[in-house]
């Protein structure tokens, strides 16, 4: 798939059909996520794998996206390392590149995926369900699968609307 286009077909997916995702899709997604552009290279993500069913079960409890959670065959909890970050701002900033190269990597292999944030309010249950240090701060839960139906892309503003300024 050409980058530009990638990119631009990219949509949340949020339904899934049961077919199962493979160890090596998920460590391809990954691994895009890893080249991630990141502030002194600090490289601040860590990442969590659950294809279990039961511990998608819990997490799901966690959010009221849970539907999302359950439906889909893996779901990769996205953590920023406190102990390597160096500048909140610029340590988020590299954690949302990462999530968006996780994004477009399973864009790229025919799967669906969508950015669950609201899964937030419950980071320190989500820590504790994994069995993860509190170094670990929840920055997303990615669902990933095989795309159930067609998504409907979302409106964006107009370019004009979103250049403040040109000289
Ligand atoms: C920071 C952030 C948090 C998000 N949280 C959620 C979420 O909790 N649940 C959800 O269904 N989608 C969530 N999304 C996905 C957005 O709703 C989606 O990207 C937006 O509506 C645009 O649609 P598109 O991704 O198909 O272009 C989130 C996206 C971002 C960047």
Redesign the pocket.
Known sequence: MELLEGLLT???V?TFTPEPVSRGQVLEILRAGSWAPSGLNNQPWRFAIVFDAAVRGRLAQL?R?GR?IEAAPVCLPVFMDREVGYHEVKDHQSIGACIENLLLAAHAQGLGA??????LKSAAEVREVLGLPANLELM?VVAVGYPKGA?K??ARRKLSELIVKEL
């Open positions: 990219r949509r949340s949020r959010t996206y999302v969508v950015w669950l944030g609201e899964i997303a998504v892309a979302p």
